[in-house]
Each structure stands twice: as structure tokens, then as C-alpha cells.
């Protein structure tokens, strides 16, 4: 069982950045696909991005251009660079990771079975 661990997170102004960090224990973090998820107040929960075991990634259309999410297998640690921010991306943010080891491609939304406690981001206007 993975257990996974999400930091920096907090308060800025709209056009600042963050980087959130999601670091990862329990298995061998190099072989799975890692993802960052957000839910906002009365809204669902959204794929923001994704990463997998080698390297290819996918974003949101919404944070295309904004967002940059990394990793570190050395450091058994995922990253998700957040510049430019917006109110919309107000939100908790969790990061999560695949169930399968050694996936072709990115996985789908519902096959990430391990899941953080989640950071707040709050981006004020």
C-alpha cells in the first residue's frame, strides 16, 4: 500500500505560483503513473495532470501552459509547478496514484487507487 503526502499549499494573489510536492512511500514510486487531482466547493473532482512512469504527461485544458507537473524517482517525489494562478484554481489539491505498474500511456481518472489527504490552494483576486 502507497501511502502519499501533499505540501506547499496555501494563499496567493492571482498571477503568483506555487509548487506542490507529493512525496510517496511504500512501493517502488518509479513504476506507476502519479496524477494531481482538484475539487473546489460544490463541484466534482477534476484531473488536473498527470505523469507517467516514463515520463509523458497530460494537463487539463484549463491549466495547459500554466501548470508543469515533474517527477523525481530518486526522491520518490511528484511535483506539480503552478504559475499564473487564477481564482478558478482555488481548490483542495490531491495527488494520487495508479493502480497498475508499468502502464502504456496515461491512465484513466478512475484507475488512481491511492490518494493523498489533499493541500488547500486559495488564489485571491
Known amino acids: 500500500q502507497v501511502q502519499l503526502v501533499e505540501s506547499g499549499g496555501g494563499l496567493v494573489q492571482a498571477g503568483g505560483s506555487l509548487r506542490l510536492s507529493c512525496a510517496a512511500s511504500?512501493?517502488?514510486?518509479?513504476?506507476?503513473?502519479m496524477g494531481w487531482f482538484r475539487q473546489a466547493p460544490g463541484k466534482d473532482r477534476e484531473l488536473v495532470s498527470a505523469?507517467?512512469?516514463?515520463?509523458?504527461?497530460t494537463y487539463a485544458d484549463s491549466v495547459k501552459g500554466r501548470f508543469t507537473i515533474s517527477r523525481d524517482n530518486a526522491k520518490n517525489t511528484v511535483y506539480l509547478q503552478m504559475n499564473s494562478l487564477k481564482p478558478q484554481d482555488t481548490a483542495v489539491y490531491y495527488c494520487?496514484?495508479?493502480?497498475?505498474?508499468?502502464?502504456?500511456?496515461?491512465?484513466?481518472?478512475?484507475?488512481?487507487?491511492?490518494w493523498g489527504q489533499g493541500t488547500q490552494v486559495t488564489v485571491s483576486s
Open positions: 511504500g512501493r517502488t514510486f518509479s513504476r506507476y503513473a
Open positions: 494520487a496514484s495508479d493502480s497498475l505498474a508499468l502502464r502504456n500511456g496515461v491512465p484513466p481518472s478512475t484507475d488512481f487507487g491511492s
Open positions: 505523469i507517467n512512469w516514463n515520463g509523458r504527461t
